[in-house]
């Protein structure tokens, strides 16, 4: 599940501007390298970033897609949505298929509760979150996986491997067998004049990539711009059932 939510709540922990984000696409020549010295001096502009980012942001509204490139298949599936996220802890994130509106993935945080909607099962999933210490986006990123710069650097290896005139590009591998199980290296791409994102890439265990393209974000000082019912718990539609769940697990399609 960490490498479908993680891009919503990495744009809550370094997005520092309220403007939308460059819809310029990255380009995909080989940039210069830089030496050591310079990408150690660079991601610690970026952590810098983050962190004065986590004081700063209230809430957020984000139009995305999602890419899935099936490399054993040659086959690929695109889905379009939103993400939104307001403090202290309310998240939304929507996706639809492009080719099939029927097929979607939903998944809504409250502030107490969790839900996960399986349109295949008809079934919501429930998981209550744990009550944890602290608020505003410490408490989100808590629960949900996403961390500050020091616990990232503990958990994930960050290399700043490159940069261009309009981007920023970050490297992330994971440590632990938990999040090798869900990823085993992923690209952030940062504008330079917003520090916002602008793409994700992941690559899964099973060697299958999963694109992020951050079409246009809004981030918000404040949570007076936000509409409190996307938050709200929703409704069970009908012949549909709630369900218990340990963890939250992808929908099947």
């Known amino acids: 599940m960490l490498r479908y939510l993680l891009p919503a709540l990495t744009i809550a922990s370094i997005a520092v501007s309220s403007a939308f984000a460059d ?5 995909k020549d080989q ?3 830089l030496s050591p010295e310079q990408k150690a001096k660079a991601l610690e502009q970026c952590a810098a970033g983050w962190e004065q980012a986590m004081k700063g942001m209230k809430a957020f509204e984000a139009q995305l897609d999602r890419v899935e490139q099936d490399r054993a298949a040659r086959s690929e599936e695109k889905y379009t949505g939103v993400a939104k996220f307001m403090e202290p802890n309310y998240l939304l994130l929507e996706l639809k298929k492009t080719d099939n509106q029927d097929v979607y993935e939903k998944w809504l945080s409250t502030g107490t ?13 429930v998981n209550e979150l744990p009550k944890l210490k602290g608020s505003g986006n410490e408490s989100m990123l808590a629960v949900l996986g996403c961390l500050k710069i020091d616990e990232a650097r503990k958990r994930f290896d960050l ?3 490159k940069e261009d005139d309009n981007y920023h590009y970050i490297e992330i591998k994971p ?5 090798k199980a869900e990823f085993t290296w992923a690209r952030l791409v940062l504008n330079k ?22 079409r246009s974000l809004q981030v918000y000082a404040s949570t007076d711009k936000m509409n409190r019912i996307d938050f709200a718990k929703p409704d069970l539609p009908k012949d549909w ?7 939250v697990v992808r929908p099947q399609q």
């Open 31 to 33: 940039p210069k390298p």
């Open 241 to 247: 059932k709630w369900e218990q769940s340990p963890r």
């Open 193 to 214: 004049k917003t520090n916002l994102p602008r793409e994700i890439r992941f690559i899964t265990p099973s060697n299958d990539e999963v694109l992020w393209n951050i």
């Open 113 to 125: 509760f969790l839900y996960q909607w399986v349109p295949q099962a008809k079934k919501i999933n």
């Open 159 to 161: 290399d700043y491997v």
């Open 23 to 27: 819809p310029q696409s990255p380009p």
């Open 175 to 179: 440590k632990s067998p938990e999040d």
